[in-house]
């Protein structure tokens, strides 16, 4: 029965049934933890190929030794590959290190300092530089612009992609915009994928917004599927050359859910003048990213077919996972108007909402029972969420059967929340 049909005698009585298992599950001394999207140890040992797959030959196709120095825009091969991934040419992408996040902070550390197009081109030159953030989303973007001395401006996230009414409104009236963060497929964490019309109007948006703007396009789950029918993204580099804007986005990828997420391989794309311009910057940091390991993964995942059977198996290890936290939350609160929350067909988050004002509180609740959860407000730029009420919850990394217990003892720290609050709401 929904909650607002419910009496106070009615609220009282679930409010004695909750706090009796609330206590019960306090003295099971829990040690739950469904926080960050890591890959659980089997799906990273799908990748246990990597091992010893050089067999001591180290020469790339063109016959360069990856072991010795050089090589800053990534091996050939490795560009084709994750070229094919992102479906763009070799040409337009660079191989770099184990990590999609440092190649976005030294991008948007490039724009702000010396500037993509020189130093009259340098976000720094502005007295204030602002990025879109649509939310709820990922906390590592937002933490990048405060890093940085990056305001955030926020937009809705839609069940299409950021609200893009909002978005062109704010970049129409406000030149000192310069850049919008998206992750585009299976968005962290509602799990959306961008329509067709959204990927058209964020290619249009340099057209709208100031001098220097990028759209930075984490594509973090480009392959990582839960179903056969999950729903695909358009290229925003198609979209962008019919717009002339190819200059003003970058994208992003990485292996680093697919195979081993502390030695994968990030890469980035754009156009062939940003990535110049880009190379020579990253010319001063390194003399060039671990060659070695991206041919490692060449060998590994060979092509697109071999990819997609990767995935596949990593599809079938979390699937069961993902499908437990819908069941229970399905079971446990459809129809009784204490939350809301995403069935994703892809990538590695349900995106949770209490009502109003109750976020902190369910995750207060949930610590006090050896059950972690992601801080409420971590989805939100400076960590604070103005409805109180956005939970991500990440169910890959723990066991199926954790899972289960966890989702489970996260149910009664909603109900319990929830039914305060109503009595609390009754009485005053």
């Known amino acids: 029965m929904h909650i607002d049909q419910l009496s106070t005698a009615e609220l009282q009585s679930q409010l ?3 706090e009796q298992q609330y206590d019960k599950l306090k003295g099971l001394g829990l040690a739950l933890d469904l926080t960050r999207g890591k890959p659980c140890t089997e799906q990273v040992a799908l990748a246990d190929g990597l091992d010893g797959i050089l067999q001591g030959n180290y020469r790339a196709q063109d016959g360069t030794d990856t072991r010795n120095y050089g090589g800053l825009d990534g091996l050939p091969e490795a560009r084709a590959l994750f070229g094919e991934l992102l479906g763009l040419p070799a040409g337009e992408i660079m191989v770099g290190g184990n990590s999609s996040l440092t190649l976005m902070y030294q991008v948007v550390e490039f724009a702000l300092s010396e500037g993509l197009q020189g130093p009259e081109s340098a976000w720094g030159n502005n007295d204030t530089v602002k990025f879109i953030c649509p939310v709820p989303g990922y906390d590592r973007h937002f933490s990048v612009c405060e890093h940085l001395g990056i305001e955030m401006v926020t937009v809705p996230m839609l069940d299409t992609g950021p609200d893009m009414d909002a978005v062109e409104a704010l970049v129409k009236r406000d030149e000192s915009i310069k850049g919008m963060w998206c992750v585009p497929r299976f968005s962290n964490p509602t799990g959306c994928v961008y329509s067709d019309d959204t990927v058209a109007r964020i290619a249009a948006l ?21 179903y056969d029918d999950a729903p695909a993204l358009a290229s925003i580099a198609d979209h962008c050359r019919a717009r002339g804007t190819l200059d003003q986005v970058f994208q992003f990828g990485s292996t680093s859910k697919i195979t081993f997420a502390s030695a994968g391989v990030a890469f980035l794309a754009s156009s062939p003048g940003n990535l110049a311009a880009l190379s020579k910057h990253l010319s001063y940091q390194t ?8 041919l490692r993964h060449v060998r590994f995942l060979r092509d697109m077919d071999k990819l997609s059977a990767h995935m596949a198996k990593h599809a079938a290890l979390i699937r069961p996972r993902f499908e437990s936290v819908l069941d229970t939350l399905e079971s446990e609160l459809a129809g009784t108007g204490m939350g809301s929350w995403t069935r994703p067909r892809g ?25 972690k959860l992601t801080p409420a407000g971590a989805t939100f730029p400076y960590g604070l969420d103005p409805l109180d009420s956005n939970i991500r919850l990440s169910p890959t990394f723990a066991t199926e059967q954790a899972v289960k217990d966890t989702v489970a003892a996260f149910v009664v720290c909603v109900r319990l929340a929830t039914v305060r609050q109503k009595l609390q709401q009754q009485s005053g």
């Open 206 to 226: 340099p057209g709208l917004a100031g001098a220097n703007f990028l759209v930075m396009w984490d594509n973090a789950y480009a392959v990582h599927t839960l």
């Open 16 to 18: 004695a049934t909750l």
């Open 347 to 371: 990538g590695y988050f349900i995106s949770f909402d209490t009502l109003p004002g109750l976020g902190r509180e369910v995750v207060r609740l949930a610590g006090a029972i050896g059950v």
């Open 287 to 294: 003399i060039g990213p671990d060659k070695v390991n991206q």
